[in-house]
């Protein structure tokens, strides 16, 4: 019997890893991404979390063999160090220019039709799987990242609390460092290559743009992005959404890439027996939508929790109080966000 195509919307990663699974199944696929690449994206390159039973699964184990490995942290309330922890398990750093770019790459040779530069429509239509990242939506949070070149770190991941922000500072390939942030803000940004180290600065992280200031931008990967939710995001209709379509958890767990191949891995089974004639589209959306609820909805609630007590000032002092006296582990917290 002949089997179905499936058309997978948005070749971030959710989208090219859900292809590469099926490919390796040899489900024909085709993937239709708006961008071309390489190309950068708004993310702090820290992956940490993934099982490396889940890489093999996904067949793209290979592609993490050379990615920088991060196990020291520190913390930081604006100036002040506030923790320093060893990761439970070595995290990858690794850019988005190149990642996507290898699993574009992976996906093609084993047959997958990938057309970049088109946009597709956001229809629920049977055999289309939603992979194209946060859907738009009014909110007050900016996300920004660069990498920067000559910037020495004083741990493999900085993390940088703020009153309704954070900066992660972590390791990437060639030397250099990838610096992403979320912010809560009033006003838009003025833009321009500045408007890291204005945000950075208008968070209260005055310490912390003065060293961006003085590193090396690489202009080409300052990206930005607006209007994006975090959490579950609004089901639309009886579409079947992977990654960030389906849920984005609070970006300083480092956690929401590891989130993103996660949900292809869970989404590879049901695909390929509905791709075989074996169920309906509507019994794959939902037992893709159980799956995740499953998987996901723990670690969301938690992550949404922590971050309502690190991006304020005393929920901050009462954290960093609590792991200096061992009343609880960096451990606990790092399990529950995963
Ligand atoms: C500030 C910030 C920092 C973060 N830091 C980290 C971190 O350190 N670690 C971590 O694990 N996660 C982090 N994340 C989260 C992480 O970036 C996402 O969870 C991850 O990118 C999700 O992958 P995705 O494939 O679902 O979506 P995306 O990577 O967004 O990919 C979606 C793709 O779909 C394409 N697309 C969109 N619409 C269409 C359309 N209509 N037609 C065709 N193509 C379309 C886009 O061009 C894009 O290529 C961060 C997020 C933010 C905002």
Redesign the pocket.
Same mark, same amino acid.
Request: include cysteine; hydrophobic fraction near 40%; proline fraction near 2%.
């Given at each position: 019997m002949a089997l179905k195509k499936l058309t997978i919307?948005? *070749? =971030? %990663? &959710? *989208?090219l890893a859900l292809g590469i699974a099926l490919c390796r199944r040899s489900i024909p696929v085709q993937l /239709?991404?708006? $961008?071309a690449y390489p190309r950068h994206?708004?993310? !702090?390159?820290? %992956?940490s979390g993934i099982h490396s039973e889940e890489l093999v699964g996904l067949g793209i184990e290979d592609l993490f063999v050379d990615a920088a490995r991060s196990r020291e942290t520190i913390w930081f309330d604006g100036p002040r160090a506030i923790l320093r922890a060893t990761l439970p398990e070595a995290a990858y750093g690794l850019s988005r220019f190149q990642l996507d770019s290898a699993l574009a790459q992976r996906f093609i040779a084993l047959g997958g039709q990938l057309r970049t530069g088109?946009? &597709?429509g956001d229809d629920p239509a049977e055999g289309t799987v939603h &992979? $194209? !990242?946060?859907p738009q939506r009014d909110s007050p949070w900016i !996300?920004l990242?660069a990498h920067f070149g000559e910037f020495p770190l004083s741990a493999d991941l900085e993390i940088h609390l703020a009153d309704g922000g954070y900066v *992660?500072v972590t390791r990437v390939e060639e030397g250099r460092v990838n610096v $992403? =942030? /979320?912010f809560r803000r009033k006003t838009p940004l003025n833009g321009g290559p500045r408007m890291f180290t204005q945000a950075v600065a208008e968070a209260g992280l005055g310490q912390l743009a003065e060293r961006l200031e003085s590193a090396q931008m690489d202009r080409a990967s300052l990206k930005g992005?607006s209007r994006f939710h975090l959490g579950w995001q609004i089901q639309r209709g009886a579409a079947v959404c992977i *990654?960030? &379509?389906a849920a /984005?958890i609070p970006?300083f767990t =480092?956690? !929401? @890439?590891? @989130?993103?191949l996660q949900s292809a891995l869970l989404a590879v089974e049901p695909l390929a027996q509905w791709s075989q004639g074996e169920c309906g589209w509507e019994s794959v959306g939902r037992a893709i939508r159980k799956a995740q609820s499953g998987m996901f909805s723990t670690r969301l609630r938690w992550a949404h929790a922590m971050q309502k007590v690190l991006f304020q000032p005393l929920g901050r002092r009462i954290c960093a109080a609590l792991i200096a006296r061992q009343w609880i582990s960096f451990e606990t917290f790092y399990r529950k966000l995963r």
């Open positions: 919307v948005g *070749g =971030g %990663l &959710a *989208g /239709l991404e708006a $961008s994206r708004v993310c !702090g390159e820290f %992956l088109v946009r &597709a &992979a $194209s !990242g946060r !996300g990242k *992660g $992403s =942030g /979320l992005v *990654g960030d &379509a /984005l970006p =480092g956690n !929401g @890439m590891t @989130m993103a």
